[in-house]
């Protein structure tokens, strides 16, 4: 397996959960990493990115609840998510993309999605 999701589940309104991502294989340092989500009959979407030296960039609905951050020693790349909303349900999966290259270029593994639920 290239890429390991886990931590997904089934929270209230205003609750918090933390996404995990590891990856196996070389060069984890050079990718950039992303978590996209998916809404039933919706397109995926990126979320969070973070390039290898520890850039990151986020969707606007996002920005100020989610942070993303990644651990080159342990091939781990982590999703924060705070103050969730019923919005933010969706599967969310783990991506790494192609060496020295953002992931709108192209993406290298994806992981098992991992579903995100969030009640009112």
């Known amino acids: 397996v290239q890429l390991q999701a886990s931590g997904g589940g089934s929270v209230q309104t205003g609750g918090s959960l933390r996404l995990t991502c590891a990856a196996s294989?070389?060069?984890?340092?050079?990718?950039?990493m992303g978590w996209y989500h998916q809404a039933p009959g919706k397109e995926r979407e990126l979320v969070a990115s973070?390039?290898?030296?520890?850039?990151?960039r986020y969707i606007d609905s996002v920005k100020g609840r989610f942070t993303i951050a990644r651990d080159n020693a342990k091939n781990t790349v982590v999703l924060q998510m705070n103050s969730l909303k019923p919005e933010d349900t969706a599967v969310y999966y783990c991506?790494?993309?192609?060496?020295?290259?953002?992931?709108?270029?192209?993406?290298?593994?994806w992981g098992k999605g991992t579903q995100v639920t969030v009640s009112s």
């Open positions: 991506a790494r993309g192609m060496a020295l290259r953002p992931l709108r270029y192209g993406i290298k593994h």
């Open positions: 973070i390039t290898g030296g520890g850039n990151t």
């Open positions: 294989g070389r060069f984890f340092s050079l990718d950039d």
